[in-house]
């Protein structure tokens, strides 16, 4: 169930982004079509959240403290772009126009996350 709700926030957390930030486009031809799509490209932010972002972590701790932190939105840019990259291989209406609408996407995004898992209850908070 909580993987359920985490895809559901994150989904919504695009669609917010989408409507905040010009650059970020999903298409479709009814609205049914663009929710499947923003819930399909939750699912591979996730899975590329999951996967790369621990591995970046570690190898650029030392630019982490550097920039106190900052490089973290820079990586967090470059994890929504390769997200638009990896929903047009498979075919998903989903598309961040270039480097900063995935900056601003990507802050929009997390910020939007952050709320929606606090109001939301039974996540994992347990």
């Given amino acids: 169930m909580r993987i359920i709700i985490?895809?559901?926030?994150?989904?919504?957390?695009?669609?917010v982004a989408k409507l905040l930030v010009h650059g970020i486009t999903v298409t479709g031809d009814t609205a049914g079509r663009?929710?499947?799509t923003l819930l399909g490209v939750a699912v591979i932010?996730?899975?590329v959240n999951a996967v790369l972002k621990p591995?970046?972590?570690?190898?650029g701790c030392a630019f982490y403290i550097l920039t106190l932190g900052l490089i973290g939105l820079v990586v967090n840019a470059l994890l929504l772009l390769l997200t638009s990259f990896l929903a047009g291989r498979f075919d998903l209406p989903f598309h961040?126009?270039?480097?900063?609408?995935a900056f601003w996407g990507a802050i929009v995004v997390g910020v939007v996350g952050w709320v929606l898992h606090i109001l939301i209850p039974g996540d994992d908070d347990d």
């Fill in 45 to 47: 932010f996730g899975v």
């Fill in 96 to 101: 961040v126009a270039g480097f900063w609408p």
């Fill in 55 to 59: 591995i970046i972590k570690t190898f």
């Fill in 6 to 15: 985490k895809v559901a926030i994150t989904a919504a957390a695009l669609w």
């Fill in 34 to 36: 663009r929710v499947l």
